[in-house]
T-cell receptor, first 121, second 120 residues
């Protein structure tokens, strides 16, 4: 069974600080997909990044960066020079290729419990 | 354009009412999803439609009835709900993959703004 753990329930930092959100996953499939989503107070989930299990390259997008390490089953997310607008709940999520085969080419996401990030001015 | 629209934004219904939630996307996606999210919890998958066919039902009670009339629309029909069904209902869509090789990939889901449902 697949599982995603976000051990940090809430993080509070002062604006301009760097912050890292942790994500640890469990899966028996050899091919799987990891995601990060942002959910601001408005409620809409915003897609941030997708990473395939066979692609271990780290990625940087502006102030955001992601560190994928298969050896530790982790997919951590770092925000550099945080801003108040970054305040939101961030979810890490997982899907397995095997489930897609049986799901007609689609599968739902298994989410972690989320990390509530508070950026104070 | 990565927009998924949902109507209504808010819905209050009694336990004997029948109502429907609607979701629409025009991105050409062939997979659509319903999730339920309770306050301070992550979204939980309810249903998956792939190529207009119900492919996953996560043991959802029959008082929730999904429908996919065409590739752009997804409905969730509600009947005889309970107060504990009050939640944010999120619709999502994505490309569906006809997997031939495992490296064919999996596509990110785009979410709508949700319908906040209150059952009284």
């Amino acid at each position: 069974a697949q599982k995603v753990t976000q051990a940090q329930t809430e993080i509070s930092v002062v604006e301009k600080e760097d912050v890292t959100l942790d994500c640890v996953y469990e899966t028996r499939d050899t091919t799987y997909y990891l995601f990060w989503y942002k959910q601001p107070p408005s409620g809409e989930l915003v897609f941030l990044i997708r990473r395939n299990s066979f692609d271990e390259q780290n990625e940087i997008s502006g102030r955001y960066s992601w560190n994928f390490q298969k050896s530790t089953s982790s997919f951590n997310f770092t925000i550099t020079a945080s801003q108040v607008v970054d305040s939101a709940v961030y979810f890490c999520a997982l899907s397995e290729a095997g489930a897609m085969y049986s799901g007609g080419g689609a599968d739902g996401l298994t989410f972690g419990k989320g990390t509530h990030l508070i950026i104070q001015p | 354009d990565t927009e998924v629209t949902q109507t209504p934004k808010h819905l209050v219904m009694g336990m004997t009412n029948k109502k429907s939630l609607k979701c629409e996307q025009h991105m050409g996606h062939r997979a659509m999803y319903w999730y339920k999210q309770k306050a301070k919890k992550p979204p939980e998958l309810m249903f998956v439609y792939s190529y207009e066919k119900l492919s996953i039902n996560e043991s959802v009670p029959s008082r929730f009835s999904p429908e996919c009339p065409n590739s752009s629309l997804l409905n969730l029909h509600l009947h005889a709900l309970q107060p504990e069904d009050s939640a944010l209902y999120l619709c999502a869509s994505s490309q569906a993959t006809k997997l031939i090789l495992r490296q064919d990939g999996f596509y990110e889901q785009y979410f709508g703004p949700g319908t906040r449902l209150t059952v009284t």
